[in-house]
């Protein structure tokens, strides 16, 4: 099975750049989807398909995805960006093919 | 206003079971992608079941195979989880997620969840 891995926790400055990291076997292949989840709601998708916002979020939100690690990017990081992140892929050669990632903690400093 | 409602969760005991329910408002739940997301007590996220929007396709994770049914009621425009002979390991929160209509299930609507505790 399709394995997707990400770092525990990330910090960053207000203002400052975040970068949150999705490690997996030629992940650029695939289409990585992020999802951002605060305390106490449920996750909310800000990224799809590598680098598409759905409407509504700031375009201070990017994403990449080259290699074996695709990329969410949060520029001019603000207070309310601190939440758990998440990727996920769709890996049709998987008996169960919709596979999340661990999760990565932002703390705004 | 595209919403999903979850409902039935409850404390049940190891060996019982339960019925989900999630209620879509705001679209046509038999032609979108639908997924059960469960999050345990201060872990990530899980995909535990995947139906197709036509219905013919449903995955499960390891985890539920076996135990836990995903289906839906077009009347009802409703997603169901029948979920037995559960275990103290399948104490989460339990998201419906609608898989938005790219080919590669980006969720992009998500209930607030219900919790499920087993325990005795």
């Known amino acids: 099975s399709y394995v997707l891995t990400q770092a525990p926790s990330v910090s960053v400055a207000p203002g400052q750049t975040a970068r949150i990291s999705c490690g997996g076997t030629?992940?650029?292949?695939?289409?990585v989807h992020w999802y951002q989840q605060k305390p106490g709601q449920a996750p909310v998708l800000v990224l799809h398909d590598d680098s598409d916002r759905p409407s509504g979020i700031p375009d201070r939100f990017s994403g990449s995805n080259s290699g074996n690690t695709a990329t969410l990017t949060i520029n001019r990081v603000e207070a309310g960006d601190e939440a758990d992140y998440y990727c996920?892929?769709?890996?049709?050669?998987?008996?169960?093919?919709?596979?999340f990632g661990g999760g990565t903690k932002l703390t705004v400093l | 206003e595209v919403q999903l409602v979850e409902s039935g969760g409850g404390l049940v005991e190891p060996g019982g079971s339960l019925r989900l329910s999630c209620a879509a408002s705001g679209f046509t739940l038999n032609t979108y992608e639908m997924n059960w997301v469960r999050q345990a007590p201060g872990k990530g996220l899980e995909s535990i079941a995947y139906i197709s929007a036509t219905g013919n396709t449903k995955y499960y994770a390891d985890s539920v195979k076996g135990r836990f049914t995903i289906s839906r009621d077009t009347a009802k425009n409703s997603l169901f989880l029948q979920m037995n002979r559960l275990r103290v390991e399948d104490t989460a929160l339990y998201y419906c997620?609608?898989?938005?209509?790219?080919?590669?299930?980006?969720?992009?609507?998500w209930g607030q969840g219900t919790l499920v505790t087993v325990s005795s």
């Open positions: 997620t609608r898989g938005s209509r790219g080919p590669y299930n980006a969720q992009d609507c």
């Open positions: 996920q892929v769709w890996d049709s050669s998987s008996l169960h093919p919709v596979i």
């Open positions: 030629d992940i650029e292949t695939k289409s």
